[in-house]
């Protein structure tokens, strides 16, 4: 799994790449940027999973809990360009009622305000 990472305006946008799973440490290295952008000041955090091919179990976990990380540090976490399978996934699981999801960037940051 491979993180970017970049701001438009007060937004920090996390880029994703790969597999979010216990086996590669995705969940780990998600968790990790994460805590820095919060350590750093950064309330408003989206997630880019359009190139993301794959979440196991732990990766869904790890997805949930830096949301709730976020959200007790009074931020706010946010998904962009969620793929179907993801989606299904959340579906599924019924997390999409947790999540604010967006298909747009330019949507999704002003979404923050």
Not at 73 to 88: E, M, Q
Request: charged share 25%; no cysteine.
């Amino acid at each position: 799994m491979q993180i970017e990472q970049r701001v438009n305006g007060d937004v920090a946008i996390v880029g994703i790449t790969g597999d979010i799973t216990l086996s590669k440490g995705g969940d780990v290295l998600l968790k990790d940027k994460i805590q820095s952008l919060l350590q750093q000041g950064h309330r408003k955090i989206l997630l880019d999973l359009g190139n993301v091919s794959y979440v196991d179990s732990a990766g869904l976990g790890q997805l949930v809990q830096v949301y709730a990380t976020t959200s007790h540090l009074g931020g706010s976490l946010k998904l962009l360009n969620l793929t179907k399978r993801l989606k299904d996934l959340l579906v599924l699981t019924k997390l999409l009622t947790v999540f604010d999801s967006y298909d747009d960037e330019a949507d999704a940051v002003k979404s923050f305000k």
